[in-house]
């Protein structure tokens, strides 16, 4: 399988962006053998995200993108359900934002992971880290939510975006690459597995 992961870059108070420590962890660590991981950096920009996402699923046909996002507000790491298609009002890094404030125009309002978030979220929590799990259905309005709603988009639900607090508070980049690793990894099997399912009704 191919997986994509990716964290952002610097901005506001985040001169340095936990999400892309934590996804650099997750490459040292590497996922199971047969899974091809690939890493990128996103500028925290509106536009480049409505240029790079598409691109990249033309490019890779992923068989699932993690996105990963930093949130001064989480003390957990935090898997989120779903993407919004309204409400985008702050400003970029480039002090741009979407004017008619929205990912895309017409489409859903929401769009809903196809990975069951809550499972994930069960299986990891089972596996004793030393790093809380949380759910949550609001990724904030911001270019994680954008982000995500794009991705999930485009890939027909086949998306998925994480959550971490900044460095230290209260978690190492090690512990947060370890937590993301063991999430990646659980989101995978339930993607083949279900798959599975489908083939499955398919033949008979």
């Not at 992923?62 to 359900?81: F, I, N, Y």
């Not at 994480?162 to 690459?177: C, D, F, I, N, T």
Request: hydrophobic share 35%.
């Amino acid at each position: 399988g191919f997986c994509s992961l990716a964290g952002f870059g610097p901005f506001g108070e985040h001169a340095v962006n936990a999400s892309w420590i934590a996804v650099q962890e997750l490459e040292k660590l590497g996922l199971r053998e047969d899974v091809d991981l690939h890493v990128y950096e996103v500028p925290v920009e509106y536009q480049t995200v409505q240029r790079l996402i598409p691109a990249l699923w033309k490019k890779h046909s992923p068989q699932l993108v993690v996105h990963v996002g930093v949130s001064g507000m989480a003390t957990t790491v935090t898997l989120e359900k779903c993407g919004h298609n309204v409400g985008y009002k702050g400003l970029d890094n480039c002090r741009f934002c979407p004017g008619s404030q929205c990912c895309v125009e017409g489409g859903p309002e929401c769009i809903d992971s196809i990975i069951d978030m809550d499972t994930v979220c069960k299986r990891v929590s089972a596996l004793g880290l030393d790093v809380a799990v949380t759910i949550s259905k609001d990724a904030g309005r911001y270019l994680c939510d954008f982000t995500y709603y794009t991705s999930l988009y485009q890939s027909r639900g086949r998306s998925a975006f994480v959550h971490v607090p900044p460095l230290g508070k209260p978690y190492s980049a090690e512990q947060l690459g370890r937590a993301l690793q063991a999430i990646v990894e659980e989101m995978l099997d339930l993607l083949e597995h279900s798959e599975d399912k489908i083939n499955c009704q398919h033949e008979h």
